[in-house]
T-cell receptor, first 110, second 111 residues
């Protein structure tokens, strides 16, 4: 069966520091992968999606970037965090039509 | 762009009462999906509806897709404390199986 991992689970970072969040998927090949951000008590905002290695599409202009160095690995990065980057970051992969989410990373920028 | 709104934003019920959340899309949808997110957790896929007017049931949960395929509802009969969470609808948008998620309805159930 398919499994999706995210780490770290929680992260507290100062403003201006770099960020790297990792997501890996097991049990499937060539999945579509997604990064979402969820502000506290809010909905899901799609940040990036990828249909294959090295293929990244950005949905929202921001100081974040994404990369897909391997088929089942998706990385979210930032060179300098802003206070507004705080939130719950979720990675997901799509089956035939539905999406399956990882456990998420709760990021607090101080 | 496509917008998906849900009402209410929040509902507090006593255990045993019924609950309904409504989902409205600004565009016609080929399908509608529903997800549940428990407090502190991640969204979990519940169901997909495809046909106009389709009704599906999962135990105490009843999902409907509108005739015009622009709206949907989720009804929970006799809520339990395990139903607590935020319910999102989602519709496909663009390519790559992307989804636009609704604004969500947070359900609180008390004894």
């Amino acid at each position: 069966s398919q499994t999706i991992h995210q780490w770290p689970a929680t992260l507290v970072q100062p403003v201006g520091s770099p960020l790297s969040l990792e997501c890996t998927v097991e049990g499937t090949s060539n999945p579509n992968l997604y990064w979402y951000r969820q502000a506290a008590g809010r909905g899901l905002q799609l940040l990036f999606y990828s249909v294959g290695i090295g293929q990244i599409s950005s949905e929202v202009p921001q100081n974040l970037s994404a990369s897909r160095p391997q088929d089942r690995q998706f990385i979210l990065s930032s060179k300098k965090l802003l206070l507004s980057d705080s939130g719950f970051y979720l990675c997901a992969w799509s089956g035939y039509y539905e999406q399956y989410f990882g456990p998420g990373t709760r990021l607090t920028v101080t | 762009g496509q917008q998906v709104m849900q009402i209410p934003q929040y509902q507090h019920v006593q255990e045993g009462e019924d609950f309904t959340t409504y989902c409205n899309s600004s565009t016609t949808l080929s399908n509608i999906q529903w997800y549940k997110q428990r407090p502190g957790g991640h969204p979990v896929f519940l169901i997909q509806l495809v046909k106009s007017g389709e009704v599906k049931k999962q135990k105490r949960l009843t999902f409907q897709f509108g005739e015009a395929k622009k709206n949907s509802s989720l009804h929970i009969t006799a809520t339990q404390t395990t139903d607590v969470g935020t319910y999102f609808c989602a519709g496909p948008t663009g390519t790559a199986s992307k989804l636009t998620f609704g604004t969500g309805t947070r359900l609180q159930v008390t004894l």
